[in-house]
């Protein structure tokens, strides 16, 4: 098959994570899966993952084997003498999305450490911890040490934002250039 799902709840499913019997664990494959899809399809997909409630964390693990999605651009086209656009195929051979008892998504491919990074995180996270910017003696003027690591994790999340923030940027002016291509900020 394709596709399999399997859904466990109780307490045989506490093997997975303490929060899996409550509310339960879901696992995915996705094996050997080939498909066409149109970007319209995609991006009319957001109204039905938004909800005014928010949802309970579901631990999760959905692996991606050996799989090919071709995207299709199927919006009008700016000009009518152009080709089109080329469409994009995204070949996966094995990739795990995990999702934890604290709701973050985790992403491995095969042959990934073990050490799992979150899917929002852009960079590394982390400064070495030797790289500390409050020197012996430098008083007042110095970061304490203890700030160190929330000023790190600060520092991340604005990053992350700044990040964002750039790629809706980018497609603010990419649909603006659809209709005025000449458009210069």
Not at 54 to 83: A, F, G, W
Request: aromatic fraction near 6%; charged fraction near 25%; proline fraction near 9%.
């Amino acid at each position: 098959p394709e596709v399999c799902l399997r859904l466990e709840v109780g307490p045989n499913a506490a093997v997975h994570s303490p929060l899996a019997v409550q509310n339960g664990f879901l696992h995915m494959l996705v094996r050997s899966y080939t498909a066409e899809l149109f970007m319209s399809f995609l991006t009319n997909l957001g109204p039905f993952l938004e909800d005014e409630i928010i949802p309970e964390v579901i631990p999760m693990e959905i692996e991606v084997v050996d799989t090919k999605i071709t995207l299709k651009d199927d919006s009008p086209r700016v000009y009518p003498t152009s080709p089109g656009p080329v469409p994009i195929t995204l070949a996966v051979d094995h990739v795990t999305v995990k999702r934890r008892d604290d709701g973050v998504f985790y992403l491995t491919g095969e042959g990934s450490p073990k050490q799992e990074k979150p899917v929002s995180v852009l960079q590394e996270q982390k400064a070495p911890a030797e790289c500390a910017w409050a020197a012996p003696g430098a008083g007042t003027r110095g970061l304490q040490l203890k700030e160190l690591p929330e000023l790190q994790r600060e520092l991340q999340t604005m990053k992350i934002a700044l990040a964002e923030a750039n790629m809706d940027k980018a497609r603010l002016l990419q649909e603006i250039r659809k209709y005025n291509p000449l458009f210069q900020l």
